[in-house]
Nanobody, 128 residues
């Protein structure tokens, strides 16, 4: 059984940076597409960023240029580096893993149903 354990997050001021980590165990991490989602109070969960098993990355327009997704297959860990944080980035952040080999990930990376495993979530609070 694959487990995703998140770390990082916390409370910061606008303009600060944070890095989230998502450590995977119980599977072959290098085979997964990985993604980060977030859910703000009263809102639906939304895609933030994704990275394919081959290292190609995708970002939502709201974080493009500020956030960076990466992965370290040796450490079985995915990262989300968040710079220039804004109050509207406040949310619970989740990592997710997609183990399928279906082509066309670029067309489905935003869909929650594309993912098989989820992290426990971590709170990020940005004060303006």
């Amino acid at each position: 059984q694959v487990q995703l354990v998140q770390s990082g997050g916390g409370s910061v001021q606008a303009g600060d940076s944070l890095r989230l980590s998502c450590a995977a165990s119980g599977g072959t991490f290098s085979r997964y597409n990985m993604a980060w989602f977030r859910q703000a109070p009263g809102k639906e969960r939304e895609s933030v960023a994704a990275i394919t098993r081959g290292g190609m990355s995708y970002y939502s327009e709201s974080v493009k240029g500020r956030f960076s997704i990466s992965r370290d297959n040796e450490k079985n860990t995915a990262f989300l580096q968040m710079n220039s944080l804004k109050a509207e980035d406040t949310a619970v952040y989740y990592c997710a893993a997609d183990q399928s080999t279906i082509v066309g990930y670029s067309g489905r990376y935003k869909a929650e149903g594309s993912y098989d495993y989820w992290g426990q979530g971590t709170q990020v609070t940005v004060s303006s």
